[in-house]
């Protein structure tokens, strides 16, 4: 069983900067890919970023690129997600999610375990 505890949110202005991280325990770190995903009020939850086990392929939405920047620290079984930039359409409960195996997924039925979220709210 692996769990997974995010947190970092916030409220902060337009054009501010935040780090989401997600602790991770239960099982061998490494092995799982890793990915953050979000769930504005009133709409799906759409995906983010991902990261493969070893932090060398990475994806991102494109509605992030450029702006969030997604990696992992295995030796401290933590998994980071900085956001630059922020606007209001980044507001969101934001979720970080679990995965065996290495192929990277923007489907969030692909992911087998979710942290218990954490609230971004970003002021015009």
């Known amino acids: 069983q692996v769990q997974l505890a995010d947190s970092g949110g916030g409220l902060v202005q337009a054009g501010d900067s935040l780090r989401l991280s997600c602790v991770i325990s239960g099982r061998t770190v490494s092995a799982y890919t890793m990915a953050w995903f979000r769930q504005a009020p009133g709409k799906e939850r759409e995906f983010v970023a991902s990261i493969s086990w070893g932090g060398g392929t990475i994806h991102y939405a494109d509605s992030v690129k450029g702006r969030f920047t997604i990696s992992r620290d295995n030796a401290e079984n933590t998994v980071y997600l900085r956001m630059n930039s922020l606007n209001v359409e980044d507001t969101a409960v934001y979720y970080c999610?679990?995965?065996?195996?290495?192929?990277?997924?923007?489907?969030?039925?692909?992911?087998?375990?979710w942290g218990q979220g954490t609230q971004v709210t970003v002021s015009s």
């Open positions: 999610a679990a995965k065996r195996g290495s192929l990277l997924r923007v489907e969030s039925s692909a992911y087998e375990y």
